[in-house]
């Protein structure tokens, strides 16, 4: 008699009752470690294709590098496609990350450069016009 898969079992109500989610929300909501939650996924969904979890959607990671997060659902059915992790993706995270940070660079080279500091009077009359 095979042995009752009491993980998966778990993780597929959990997914059925809180809806789709990633497998760090699967670890806050059921209390386990994340390494038996994405060992038994990743079994399940190697050894029975499209039968227990399906993953719905891709979910953008905020401060960490990397690609997208898989958000899981309970449930037959196909994965939803994965999102292009190409040149022009690299293009556009690169772009924003430029002008996000153009101003950060800006000041930082001003500070080392040794610009002068900030005044009200800084661009009214040019130095060799004023008179002292």
Known sequence: ??????????????????????????VDHLGWG???INACMTTARANHPGKFFRIVRYQLQ????????PVYAAGRGRDAP?????????????????????AHRAAQRKRRE????????TGLIPMGQRGT
Not at 7 to 12: C, F, G, L, V
Not at 62 to 69: A, D, H, I, L, S
Not at 82 to 102: G, I, S
Not at 114 to 121: D, Y
């Open 34 to 36: 994340r390494n038996r």
């Open 1 to 26: 008699m095979p042995v009752k898969p009491v993980t998966r079992d778990a993780i597929t109500a959990a997914l059925k009752e809180c809806g789709p989610m990633s497998v760090i929300e699967l």
């Open 62 to 69: 905020v401060g960490v590098r990397g690609r997208e997060t």
């Open 114 to 121: 040794g610009a002068p500091p900030a005044s009200w009077l």
């Open 82 to 102: 994965r999102p292009a992790f190409d040149q022009e993706h690299a293009k556009t995270v690169h772009r924003r990350n430029y002008l996000r940070n153009r």
